[in-house]
């Protein structure tokens, strides 16, 4: 069992920047792949990023490459997503997740956090 919280989230001017975190309980947070999805108002659950199991894996949804980094402390059983050149279609509630399969797919994630807002005005 795994548990999942975000933290970073809130309010930010287009171009500027976020950095989310998600910090998970448990002794096995370094078996899992760990990613992160957004969900908008109005619209379905997206994958944005994910990391594996070591850390030196990552891929990214192509609307944020380039703009977000996502990393993780197998140490500090956290993973982070920094965010910059935000614009407001990056506001959505941001969900870490982990899963035991390196994968853009949603319903393969075991373990999900509440979920962090992230606004991003004009």
């Known amino acids: 069992q795994v548990q999942l919280v975000e933290s970073g989230g809130g309010l930010v001017q287009a171009g500027g920047s976020l950095r989310l975190s998600c910090a998970a309980s448990?002794?096995?947070?370094?078996?899992?792949?760990m990613g992160w999805f957004r969900q908008a108002p109005g619209k379905e659950r997206e994958f944005v990023a994910i990391?594996?199991?070591?850390?030196?894996?990552?891929s990214y949804a192509d609307s944020v490459k380039g703009r977000f980094t996502i990393s993780r402390d197998n140490v500090k059983n956290t993973v982070y997503l920094q965010m910059n050149s935000l614009t407001p279609e990056d506001t959505a509630v941001y969900y870490c997740a982990a899963g035991l399969g390196y994968t853009y797919y949603s319903g393969a994630y075991a373990y999900w956090g509440q979920g962090t807002q992230v606004t991003v005005s004009s």
């Open positions: 990391v594996n199991r070591s850390g030196g894996g990552t």
């Open positions: 448990g002794r096995t947070f370094s078996i899992y792949a």
